[in-house]
């Protein structure tokens, strides 16, 4: 069977990648991993080298027109996180699954700040001095728990939980939105 791809491939690899951009913004991995999977449900002959090689020249595509920016994508997806009360745990995790290399998410992630992102999160969650009423021992560990699960170190939980209700408006107020 023939190794190189079709003209009829590269041009679906093309349209296709045009598609999936012009809608979300993708890492390269993810832009390789969507035109192979879909190649191989696409054409019914195609070699494992056909799909490795339709897939490469999408990703050669979409950086010949300056549509795919790992780097972009890493800081953008992180102010995004942060914005949205995620830790840098969480938000180094999500960027790593979808393949982008550990000096991009790095240096994604020097701009942000836990403790604002866990400001958010205990207001998105009625914590800390964001809470209604006044919690007995069981509330007061589900809510360190919950910091916890979601990256936060038990200092920064802590350290929320001191605070009164206008010092973390204060601060949500002062740090710059990342």
Not at 40 to 45: A, G, L, N, P, V
Not at 130 to 156: C, H, M, Q, T, V
Request: charged content about 30%.
């Amino acid at each position: 069977m023939d190794q190189t791809p079709t003209p009829r491939m590269l041009a679906w690899a093309r349209n296709s990648t045009i598609y999936r951009l012009e809608r979300k913004m993708m890492t390269e991995k993810q832009l390789f991993d969507a035109i192979a999977r879909k190649a191989k449900q696409k054409f019914e002959d195609i070699s494992d080298a056909q799909i490795k090689a339709v897939a490469d020249f999408a990703v050669q595509f979409a950086y010949d027109q300056n549509a795919l920016n790992d780097v972009a994508y890493a800081e953008i997806s992180t102010r995004s996180a942060v914005r949205s009360g995620k830790s840098r745990k969480a938000i180094g995790y999500k960027l790593a699954s979808k393949g982008i290399d550990s000096n991009t998410v790095m240096t994604a992630l020097d701009a942000t700040n836990d403790l604002f992102a866990a400001i958010i999160f205990a207001r998105k969650r009625g914590f800390g001095p964001f809470r209604r009423d006044e919690p007995d021992e069981k509330r007061k560990a589900k809510e360190l728990s919950a910091f916890a699960r979601n990256g936060f170190g038990f200092e920064i939980g802590k350290a929320i939980f001191h605070m009164s209700r206008q010092e973390a408006e204060e601060l949500l107020q002062s740090s710059p939105v990342v």
